[in-house]
């Protein structure tokens, strides 16, 4: 079992930027695939940004390219995501997951472990 824990979401202006973090507990935070998905009213869940297990490998969506930053800890068992330039379209809840899977998955069903969400409110 993973346990997963997301802080860091708060309302901020259009252009700013927001830090999420993600803490993990339980089985060997290091072996796993780490991922930042999100999800806004009414819409699918969207995959946001992944890691491998030593943090090189990295992947992110369409949406936050060249805006967002996943990194991750492993000797602190964190995971970050720092997001700028940030857009009310950036508004959802973003969630924290975890999974055995390699390379980084972007699919929300290929993950096993899942935080309770942190809501970011991107306001214009």
């Known amino acids: 079992q993973v346990q997963l824990v997301e802080s860091g979401g708060g309302l901020v202006q259009a252009g700013g930027s927001l830090r999420l973090s993600c803490s993990a507990s339980g089985r060997v935070f290091s072996w796993y695939t780490m991922g930042w998905f999100r999800q806004a009213p009414g819409k699918e869940r969207e995959f946001v940004a992944a890691?491998?297990?030593?943090?090189?490998?990295?992947t992110y969506g369409d949406s936050v390219k060249g805006r967002f930053t996943i990194s991750r800890d492993n000797a602190k068992r964190t995971m970050s995501l720092q997001m700028n330039s940030l857009k009310p379209e950036d508004t959802a809840v973003y969630y924290c997951a975890s999974t055995s899977r390699s390379p980084p998955p972007q699919v929300p069903g290929e993950y096993d472990y899942w935080g309770q969400g942190t809501q970011v409110t991107v306001s214009s």
């Open positions: 890691t491998g297990w030593s943090g090189g490998s990295t």
